[in-house]
């Protein structure tokens, strides 16, 4: 089979799980591709057999990045679709929503399915719960390397299986959606530590909707469009990315470095 999946991934957790799901996939005989719609924009391949949308959940719902490639899917024709999330703590209802917004498009959308990855949101008013020491990010791994398999092989026997479907889940789901606002106020709280920033211009190549750019300060400057991914934020090498002067204090909001020091962040320019 031809085998398509289209990630977004901010701290490199999706593409983790992506890189693995190919590999798995990939060892049963079958060709995948995997793609990021902001780097490849052009959506899914026409002939690809099995198409599938990998996600990092995001207050119950996709990445902007997704959205905008679900709201241009052409006619689905019957093409059979799988989406699997992964969060830190809770999904709600994300995958259920999603596939309500894709089958009226003549997709069948047979298996939505989550795994539970390291937690990339530590910031001031939201540090809840704090990113995980490195033992026990691989303690994680480990177990959503056991899930992956499983998912991928019953993926791949074409198994129907929907999670997220009781009441519970579209309550946690439908409220986190609503307050998902609040976070636009993190973006307005953007500022950089010039004593610690050596003007490397990462944050720049790693926004996937260019957002950020070098000001004539030298310093970077960001605009008014942030989708709130908190790459920047995280993965800035010497945190000097701040929300809110308080997240200088890096001890007590710790930035989340990425699964593996091979997952490197991906760059967009
Ligand atoms: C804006 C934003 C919202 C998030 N919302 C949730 C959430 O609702 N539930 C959850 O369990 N994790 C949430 N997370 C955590 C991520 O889903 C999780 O850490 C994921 O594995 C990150 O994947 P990535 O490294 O591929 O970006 C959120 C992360 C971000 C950046």
């Given amino acids: 089979m031809k085998i398509d999946i289209a990630y977004f991934t901010s701290t490199g957790n999706t593409l983790w799980l992506a890189q693995r799901a ?15 719609p902001v780097a490849q924009p052009g959506g899914f ?25 679900v709201q241009a899917l ?14 830190a703590i809770f999904t709600g209802d994300t995958g259920m929503h999603w596939k309500r917004r894709i089958e009226p498009r003549g997709y069948d959308v047979f298996f939505v399915d989550h795994l539970l990855m ?3 949101v530590n910031v001031p008013g939201f ?5 995980p020491p490195p033992e026990e990010v691989r303690a994680i791994l480990g177990r959503a390397d056991e899930k992956l398999a499983e998912v991928c092989a019953a993926i791949l ?11 519970a889940s579209w309550l946690g789901g439908a409220s986190q959606r609503a307050l ?17 920033c050596t003007r490397c211009s990462l944050c720049v190549r790693m926004c996937p909707i260019e957002n950020i750019t070098m000001g004539d300060s030298g310093y970077p400057r960001f605009g008014d469009r942030c989708i709130i991914c908190l790459k920047c934020y995280n993965l800035c090498p010497v945190d000097a990315v701040l929300i809110g002067r308080s997240s200088r204090d890096t001890a007590r909001y710790r930035r989340y470095k990425g699964p593996a020091p091979d997952i490197k ?5």
Wanted: charged residues 25%; proline residues 7%.
């Fill in 22 to 36: 190919r590999d798995l996939m990939g060892a049963e005989g079958h060709a995948v591709r995997l793609f990021d």
């Fill in 45 to 69: 391949a026409n002939d690809a057999d099995l198409l599938g949308i990998l996600y990092p959940v995001w207050a119950s719902t996709l990445p902007d990045p997704l959205q905008a490639l």
């Fill in 74 to 87: 052409p006619r689905g024709e019957g093409r059979r679709l799988f989406l699997l999330g992964n969060c």
């Fill in 118 to 120: 390291p937690i990339n």
């Fill in 127 to 131: 540090n809840f719960w704090p990113v």
């Fill in 157 to 167: 026997s074409g198994e129907r299986r929907v999670d997220g479907t009781d009441l």
């Fill in 180 to 196: 998902y606002w609040t976070a636009a106020l993190w973006k307005r709280a953007y500022a950089v530590a010039a004593d610690r």
């Fill in 265 to 269: 962040p991906v760059l967009y320019r």
